[in-house]
């Protein structure tokens, strides 16, 4: 047997792609994955300058995409500069990047409890071990006692859609930067709001903190770029410069030259709107489908923004086999307990995303489901 | 202070990234980097079938590029299938998955002396111990005793142009195999051949071993695609597959789409057959300019292929303080240290980058390095 790490035990195939590969079968109507609605996507149109874009180029990424992001972080309420921003190569990459920053064997993570799936799966491949935090999110840390780094979503959140109030965002920064915890905010959700709610960065009401944030363009322009950005604080953000050469030298320009064009294009805005206001019909009809056929022993709350519900069951049923007996109808969904650092803390539930089925496919979907709960 | 990996001392700058940046200036004679020249990339197509790229795709890569890779391989005398192919952003990537599947703190690592100091830069930071091989390739490596892995790069060697034969090939592989170590074969270059020679894949030799190969479109299509592939043993390949999902869920599709457009397109072979002919002529135009230029105390190999010139100087140059004295020239090259695991093997060396800077401009850089020499 040759040898491999450790830190490879701890690595666990991620329910995410099981699901991402099992819903691109033609017949499938997929509730799970993250997959936004393909009608939404901007077209892919090579910029002017794409010849310029083909040889290698800044670790750091193009320096007009990092202005642009800058821009928009300061018109959200981050106070930022573009010497501080860095693109990735999506989101999923950024915490990558922030497990190799802060993650020895052992270090003391903070995370929700449920949280996203693919994040705890990087921090427990780097060795982690999880705090997992209140709902409240009170913490009680201390500079001689606390987590090297907070991982929070604090908008829209996933999976269960929470969107944190003005409050809960300054007292968490200020717990972080009273007791030095590096606060590392994920972003991916903020342009897909359907109610008025606050957005404004947790991490921008930190005064000296060491934090990072990042913002996908998977969910508002479209995935297959492979296009994200991180945007640090100084003292942090020449080592993530370093971690990010090492990873992947540069992202790709073509891309990054794509996305230039789209935050620059005249019809930004509307192309924005379109897409809010096409997700927030999904998510209604949606919620009027779960209502009808799913019963009253279902619990949930209709989300203010983001890709998906969160839905908790009766004691008595068991995700996983609701699961099993889903896929032999073609039915997929994505059980609750992955969620969880600490799965004893889970409660039989299960996500289901919104954005990606038809409305009339949604309604079968659920009608299915609400056949297996009741059976 | 916040809390950062212990590993983030051992991350160190690369040499390469500054001389990236330093290189993008107007001014500067870059032999520098290994930057393709931009007359050789192709040109940016979109396909037709783009739309459909925009969605989440497979963390494995689009199967009709790993078919192609896979048909490219086995002509190339690798016997592997399209499931054993997992497309990369980049090559530096597969460096970074190589490290993650085999290095913990104290983990023993071959490498050639010297080698690319990016894949030093990533080991080191995972914690590797280096075992520098001896130039004859030879190693008593047993199943108790031996490295986790051995990287090696046997097709024009980056920094020394040095391509293996056949017969080294054969043992080296064999050796690996016998002591159960991962032969870990990095080739960027295999298409750069500028000569007749050995290209056959080292670990084509191994028969039940466990292996990666890697390979890049970086140096034959265009960098800022950031596209490579990998292709492993069997009983790796599931492991890399989730470090790759887990680092950035899958690479670019619009990118891949560009690569299968060419891969499949008529005049391949013409494109193939114009860069190499074009590299060689810079490659003899600049060694005709070395041998002008650096007179007799600058000894050097013109390389079979490849993108480098590898210069041993005498003992009492210092390529730090040369290349101090070439920049304030605006002239550009990598001194030898940083590709030596091991700082003690080094000898002054310098490496030279011929397919980027202009016949033209390559003479008169390479001038003003013979004026300092002589200095």
Redesign the interface.
Known sequence: ????????RD????PV?AM??AS?KPDVISFA?G??A?DT??????PPN??A???????EGEPELRRLIAAELQAAGLDCAADQVLIL??S??GI?LAA?????AG?RIAIESPTYL?AL??FR?FGARFESLDPSLSVSWTRADHP??AYVIPTFQNPTGRCWTADERESFACACEDA???LFEDDPYRDLAYEPCQRRPAVSWMKNG?WIYQGSF?KTL?????LGFMVASR??FP?LL??K???????????QHMVIHQLTSQDRDARRDFLVSAYREKRDAFDASMRQHLGNAVEWKRPPGGLFFWLTLPEHIDPDALLAEAIKRNVLFTPGRPFYADESLAVPSMRLNFSHASKDAADRGLAILGDLLRA
Request: aromatic letters at 4%.
């Open positions: 047997m040759p040898l491999l790490t450790q830190r490879l690595l666990r195939p991620s792609r991402l590969e691109q994955g997959l936004p393909p996507f901007v077209s892919p149109v090579l794409s010849e874009a083909l040889q290698y180029g800044p670790s190569s999506g999923q990459q990558d190799k920053l802060t993650i020895d270090t693919a799966q990087v491949f090297a780094m030095d915890v590096i060491s998977s479209a995935p297959g770029l492979r003292d942090l080592h370093l971690l050469q090492a990873a992947d030298l540069h992202s790709n320009r073509l891309s």
